[in-house]
């Protein structure tokens, strides 16, 4: 055995067979329809059943490029029993490739009756590309004339927009543009009507602008001292907004009426809302999933800079990747996926004193939803911000906060898969203060946990734990996990005072020697490639390379690392390593 209850596969997968289910009571389990889907670099999967009351089947997860021959591991999917969800299945393969067929085999069973293998297949989304062999024009601030040519450049967008068509590439020039110009005419799939900065200094739209079309790219462009630097109108889809500038504006990037698969990526948002205020309005990045009637779906959010707005990134829908942000100093969330559906993946985001919350469930309308190797520090309250909640999943973060990090309720943690995660309290103070019941849905287990001189660090329904031990004598959870002291572990950790005190950029990479080292859990599809003799705890392998946060020197992205070949069969379950 390996940590995390690994236990290798010796048989390997050469036909799968689909088995007629026959009637069983209701414990036993009946599958129903299946859905796949997927973003980027994300595979989503929802697999309805009936039965299973006991909510004790499980479904485990094996992918591969189409043709390929080695079958990988991935999570199993997580059960979910909810209004929005209903009886049923869902989860996500991570880190694939972009525009490539994958093979995705499901296996259920349930030890009081009903099994079934399935296959199904699906392609990631295109990692949107500047479109090559049409036009290049030029374009530079006036109300109309020109030919787009360098000697004669189109006066103004409405100008260059009258002959604007897919492949075509607007290149536009410093200056200042006024009027509210909207992108209107659309491209077509893979050969974007792209509106470029000519990198030759600001391009600045001085009332804003709008997305009124599909396929439409807009780049290095500049709004400034707008309440809404940028609208959606008519629910355009695949729209990419990167390398943008946003200054002193309420709202930056605003999906008033957006369609879906946006790309927005690599912009700098600097707004106009003091951190310190506790605000709750001007958002960074609105997704609008609560509000809008175009779905909010199937986005890619990533690498952007966001500060002095409100939420830094806000209200996905379903199946929505959100990887790679740097937002800090914010007045309110640092990334509020409120009303956010099934499969939102938020991974290796850093945020740094988010005055309200780092994460907001409120509500939490489906699930799961994911939580990958993030860094958050310092927030006046929770980190988690539990008001209404279903499954989530904590793997490898590092979450710090000044002193209690329980600040109103951390109830939603009883119903979260929670593995490698290091939860520290910079001065000392309460972990986890929990109240309602240990059920089929809490599985906590290989985290690591700095309460310094707290008595109590831990509590559920009234009842203080002084330690770890008798946290997992009294509940069954974090049978593996640790206590680990941040002055050891990471003694370059800097946090000035509590929220709203600024907290310097930083990596809360693990010294030498750290207990949180080879201290965590396997978890297929998630740490392949760990160094040494088992995963680290915490957002930060011990000697891998670090994550680039917010814009990217490279684009288009470089490609993930994929995945080794180890094939396992695994389990969310706590159990022993031998």
Not at 492 to 519: F, H, K
Not at 533 to 545: I, K, M, N
Request: with cysteine.
């Amino acid at each position: 055995m390996v940590p995390g209850g690994l236990a290798f596969l010796v048989v390997g997968i050469a036909t799968i067979l689909v088995h007629p289910v026959p009637s069983f009571a209701q414990n036993g389990v009946t599958p129903g329809q299946t859905r796949i889907y997927s973003t980027i670099y994300s595979v989503g999967v929802e697999w309805d059943l009936s039965g299973d009351v006991n909510h004790n089947a499980t479904v485990n997860v094996q992918y591969r490029i189409q043709g390929a021959s080695a079958w990988k591991s991935a999570l199993p999917l997580v059960r979910v029993d909810n209004t929005y969800n209903g009886n049923g299945f869902a989860g996500s393969i991570l880190f694939l490739n972009p525009d490539t067929t994958y093979e995705v085999v499901l296996n259920l069973s349930d030890p009081d009756g009903g099994a079934e293998n399935r296959i199904l297949t699906v392609a990631t989304r295109l990692l949107p590309m500047l479109p090559t062999g049409g036009r290049t024009f030029h374009v530079v601030p006036g109300s109309g004339g020109g030919d787009g040519s360098v000697t004669n450049p189109f006066k103004g967008i409405a100008a260059a927009q009258a002959v604007a068509q897919p492949r075509d590439i607007f290149l536009v020039h410093a200056g200042s543009y006024s009027g509210r110009p909207t992108f209107s005419v659309p491209g077509v799939a893979r050969n974007y009507i792209v509106w470029k900065g000519a990198g030759d200094g600001e391009a600045l739209f001085v009332d804003g602008l709008n997305f009124g079309a599909s396929h439409v790219w807009v780049e290095g462009l500049t709004v400034r001292n707008q309440a809404y630097a940028t609208f959606s109108l008519n629910c355009p889809s695949d729209v990419v907004v990167s390398k943008n500038f946003f200054f002193n504006n309420h709202y930056s990037i605003y999906l008033q009426r957006g369609g879906e698969g946006w790309y927005i990526a690599d912009n700098t948002i600097v707004g106009d809302v003091d951190p310190a205020s506790g605000s709750l309005d001007g958002e960074g990045i609105e997704l609008n999933g609560s509000f809008s009637a175009c779905g909010a779906n199937n986005h890619t959010v990533a690498h952007n800079s966001i500060t002095r707005v409100a939420d830094g990134i806000s209200t996905p829908g379903t199946n929505v990747d959100i990887f790679g942000n740097d937002i800090f100093d914010v007045s309110d969330d640092g990334i509020e996926t409120d009303d956010g559906r099934t499969n939102v993946r938020v991974w290796r985001n850093r945020i740094h004193n988010a005055y309200h919350n780092g994460f907001s469930f409120q509500p939490q309308t489906g699930a799961p939803w994911y939580f990958i190797r993030n860094q958050v520090m310092n927030n006046t309250e929770d980190i988690n911000k539990y008001r209404q909640w279903d499954r989530a999943v904590f793997l490898h973060n590092t979450f710090v906060h000044w002193q209690d990090l329980t600040y109103v309720r951390e109830d939603g943690q009883l119903m979260s898969i929670s593995r490698n995660n290091l939860w520290i309290s910079v001065l000392g103070g309460r972990i986890w203060g929990l109240s309602g019941s240990i059920d089929w849905r809490t599985d906590l287990n290989y985290d690591g946990f700095d309460w310094g001189g707290s008595a109590s660090p831990f509590q559920l329904n009234g009842v203080n734990y002084s330690s770890l031990a008798s946290f997992t004598s009294s509940t069954g959870q974090e049978a593996r996990g640790i206590r680990i002291s941040h002055q050891t572990c990471i003694p370059a950790m800097n946090v000035p005072g509590n929220s709203p005190t600024t907290v310097p950029p930083q990596y809360l990479t693990l010294a030498a020697g750290c207990p949180a080292i080879d201290a965590g859990a396997v978890l297929p599809n998630i740490n392949d490639g760990f160094l040494g003799g088992a995963p680290d705890l915490g957002a930060y392998e011990y000697g891998a390379p670090l994550p680039i946060y917010g814009p990217r020197p490279l684009n288009p992205d470089p490609a993930p690392a994929p995945p080794t070949n180890l094939k396992v069969s695994w389990s969310f379950a706590c159990s022993s390593a031998g």
